[in-house]
């Protein structure tokens, strides 16, 4: 990869397999029909995207929902079908991280919010054994911690700013095309990761 001297990757569907299809179902289980309307891969509506922003707690997201759905479902019901998104980690994928780091700043650039952070950091832990997930990067930038979200123009610049980056010289990838297009117009390197595929695929 010429010229190339950093790398920031997505989560999910990057270093962290999910299912979307998994929540849809938890939720249609707790009475709740129009989750995929809500939240998808490709879209969250105003209050996930609060959650996902830092901008409400998830005290005050728990309660926003059980309004919104007119269900009597417990936090704890709500939390489980949340998180039932969230699989396992690519083990091979994280043992790539630490060859492509001898070589590469890493970056992580995730959309999420502390729900899910509590979730999979706690699954990485017994799956790994390891205590902390975020050591894989020179910094780990959360939707919910920084107030920016992607594909949106400002999360990116963020990115640039805070580390000193230039787009030219960093390689990001995602699952998610209008991620990859927004941080193409702001001039980085890109690749959209398909299914199947894999980072250890994608930079020997």
């Avoid at 901008?55 to 039932?84: C, G, M, P, Q």
């Avoid at 894989?136 to 992607?150: D, I, M, P, Q, T």
Wanted: one cysteine or more.
């Amino acid at each position: 990869m010429d010229n190339i001297k950093n790398i920031i990757f997505d989560l999910g569907g990057v270093l962290l397999n999910i299912d979307f299809k998994k929540s849809i179902t938890a939720f249609e289980k707790l009475g709740v029909k129009n989750f995929e309307a809500m939240f998808s891969q490709f879209k969250a509506d105003e209050l996930f995207e609060k959650l996902e922003t830092g901008a409400i707690s998830e005290t005050e997201f728990y309660k926003a929902f059980k309004k919104r759905s007119h269900l009597n479902i417990s936090d704890a019901d709500i939390e489980n079908a949340w998180n039932a998104l969230i699989l396992d980690f690519r083990t091979g994928s994280l043992a790539h991280l630490e060859k492509l780091s001898v070589h590469y700043k890493l970056y992580l650039l995730s959309n999420t919010n502390s729900i899910h952070v509590k979730c999979f950091k706690r699954k990485f832990t017994l799956q790994t054994g390891k205590a902390d997930f975020d050591s894989f990067f020179k910094k780990a930038w959360y939707s919910n911690e920084v107030g920016l979200r992607k594909p949106n123009a400002d999360i990116f610049e963020f990115t640039l700013s805070r580390e000193n980056l230039e787009a030219a010289e960093t390689l990001f990838i995602d699952d998610t095309l209008i991620n990859i297009e927004a941080a193409a117009k702001q001039g980085f390197k890109t690749h959209h990761l398909q299914a199947q595929e894999t980072i250890e695929q994608v930079i020997m």
